[in-house]
């Protein structure tokens, strides 16, 4: 199993920054893909960003509604994903999921709310 603990949600005004962490422990694999996903209320949970480690090297996968202002990255042991949030805007108001998976399971963290005001 893996376990992922999220922190560095909170309220911000528009315009402003947040970075989201997300910190993996447990049987992580070599060859994994993590991200964060949001739920905004009533709505679906979306993708937001993905970083994959896989054959040739890390690579990110970006929500169209956040490219050019949300950067993902990941630590060099591949165990902890960031979330840089900049330019925010009121519509990326959601709670904020971290996600690992692998060809074995996949997991889901509690949630972090990141609130941005107007």
């Known amino acids: 199993q893996v376990q992922l603990v999220e922190s560095g949600g909170g309220l911000v005004q528009a315009g402003g920054s947040l970075r989201l962490t997300c910190a993996a422990s447990?049987?992580?694999?070599?060859?994994?893909?993590m991200g964060w996903y949001r739920q905004a209320p009533g709505k679906q949970r979306e993708l937001v960003a993905t970083?994959?480690?896989?054959?040739?090297?890390?690579?990110?996968n970006y929500a169209d509604s956040v490219k050019g202002r949300f950067t993902i990255s990941t630590n060099a042991a591949k165990n902890t994903v960031y979330l840089q949030m900049n330019s925010l805007k009121p519509e990326d108001t959601a709670v904020y999921y971290c996600?690992?998976?692998?060809?074995?399971?996949?997991?889901w963290g509690q949630g972090t709310q990141v609130t941005v005001s107007s």
């Open positions: 996600n690992y998976r692998d060809r074995r399971f996949e997991h």
């Open positions: 447990g049987s992580i694999f070599s060859f994994n893909t």
């Open positions: 970083i994959t480690d896989g054959t040739f090297g890390l690579t990110a």
